[in-house]
């Protein structure tokens, strides 16, 4: 793999089981996305994107075939080596962000980061970033009473929290208006330019797609 890449795979197919019936999730069977780059990875319902990205994350594994990210080849690493790549190296932004909803946004964040981080050591930076994305004010508020593209936000900085080399995003403004949605791409290209991070986005909205770098097209296996 070369240096300059921060994802490669090759042939791999993911193949779930349906009671007695095989179907095939996932097939790629090449993939690299340079060091710094934004690729939108995209495609109809049911072509893998979301499977693709779980597979980046190590979060699921591949029924044949290599995935190479950041240097590391994920197949043989541990349940537990895995999920401490992921809390260094690895941010993910989901299309519902998860928050726990009687949480406030700064709570979800500084527990986001336990154990591998003390809460005094991540209060902080939380409040730095949401900052950055215009919550500060909102930072001591139950997450239950922000908006959907604030809660959205939210999610985004706790991708972040850590510095990740690798920021992975699956359809994240699937569910937010065209206005919400431009903020929320504009926010996840700027904090990537500023960080240096490696961005790959899932997304059928072409209009999202077309903000990226370079596209990779998936189809219906």
């Not at 999730?25 to 060091?35: H, N």
């Not at 001591?140 to 706790?158: D, E, F, P, Y």
């Not at 510095?163 to 569910?175: H, I, V, Y």
């Amino acid at each position: 793999m070369s240096e300059a890449d921060a994802v490669r795979i090759h042939g791999v197919l993911r193949q779930f089981a349906a009671g007695s019936t095989i179907v095939t999730g996932l097939r790629c069977e090449r993939l690299s996305v340079g060091r710094g780059e934004f690729v939108a990875v995209c495609g109809p319902s049911g072509s893998g994107k979301s499977t693709l990205l779980a597979l980046l994350a190590g979060i699921d594994q591949p029924t044949r075939g290599e995935v190479f990210v950041l240097g590391q080849q994920l197949a043989g690493m541990t349940p537990a080596a895995l999920a401490a790549w992921r809390a260094t190296e690895i941010g993910l932004v989901f299309q519902d962000p998860h928050l726990l909803l009687h949480l406030t946004a700064v709570e979800n964040l500084v527990l986001a980061r336990l154990p591998w981080q003390t809460a005094r050591q991540t209060f902080s930076r939380a409040m730095e970033l949401l900052g950055d994305v215009e919550l500060e004010d909102l930072a001591h508020t139950s997450v239950s009473a922000l908006s959907r593209g604030q809660q959205q936000r939210v999610g985004l900085v706790r991708a972040l929290m850590h510095s990740p080399k690798l920021l992975l995003a699956d359809e994240p403004t699937a569910n937010l208006d065209r206005d919400t949605a431009t903020k929320i791409l504009a926010l996840l290209e700027l904090l990537r330019s500023s960080s240096g991070a490696t961005l790959v986005l899932a997304t059928h909205d072409q209009s999202i797609a077309s903000a990226a770098d370079r596209q990779h097209q998936l189809e219906i296996a």
